[in-house]
């Protein structure tokens, strides 16, 4: 029996013989360059990816500061802080006497006609204002100091002078202007108000005055 057991366990030992690397070292060296040469192509890889998605990161942060300086531009355009170029008209306010006029001289416009004059032309269809090269903005005060109408500080007391409008239908804003009373008004104070044909071209500057913002504080960002 025990001749029988040890037989055995030597048969097994013959059938199952330990597997040994039969490669020279030519092989070896050639294997160890074929796994270098993928180590590296992963390599390659990897910083290939890297560098895209880095550039995908810069892509993105330059489109928000796109986005960002685009929308400040337009927020600029509606406050009425960048010069605006279009068409329109031009109105050109001068005294209604000639040099040979003897009486009272006039020195001024009166704030409650120029205030219907802007209030009449935005309903006409007005987009854009300028008086005296002064910019119309949603905080304009025009108002008499001292017997003298100004315009956001600005005085309105030399002639002639000019009022810039910028409208999408320019034809149409010309021709109401043409049928409204607001020539007369101006006439009954010794003012003549002249006004252009449509032109292709008209240039309003922009405000430079400062805006009043009220009911308004920074928010603070927070962390994380």
Do not use: C
């Amino acid at each position: 029996m025990i001749i029988g057991f040890m037989l055995a366990i030597q048969f097994r030992t013959t059938q199952q013989p330990v597997v040994r690397d039969t490669r020279d070292m030519w092989e070896l060296r050639e294997d160890l360059k074929k796994e270098q040469e993928l180590h590296a192509q992963l390599l390659n890889e990897i910083r290939k990816y890297e560098d895209a998605l880095e550039s995908y990161e810069q892509k993105r942060s330059d489109s928000k500061g796109a986005v960002l300086r685009r929308t400040l531009d337009e927020l600029k355009k509606e406050a009425g802080l960048t010069e605006v170029v279009g068409s329109g008209i031009v109105l050109n306010v001068q005294p209604l006497y000639d040099e040979t006029y003897v009486g009272p001289i006039v020195e001024t416009v009166s704030p409650e006609l120029l205030k219907r004059l802007v209030n009449e032309l935005n309903m006409y269809g007005a987009e854009e204002i300028s008086i005296a090269n002064q910019r119309i903005v949603n905080t304009t005060v025009i108002r008499d100091i001292n017997g003298v109408t100004k315009i956001d500080g600005y005085p309105i007391n030399s002639f002639p002078f000019e009022i810039k409008v910028i409208a999408k239908d320019d034809e149409k804003l010309y021709n109401r202007l043409k049928a409204s009373t607001l020539m007369e008004d101006f006439v009954a104070e010794n003012l003549q108000l002249i006004v252009s044909e449509p032109l292709h071209r008209v240039v309003i500057p922009p405000y430079d005055g400062s805006l009043r913002i009220e009911h308004m504080e920074a928010v603070q960002e927070k962390g994380g």
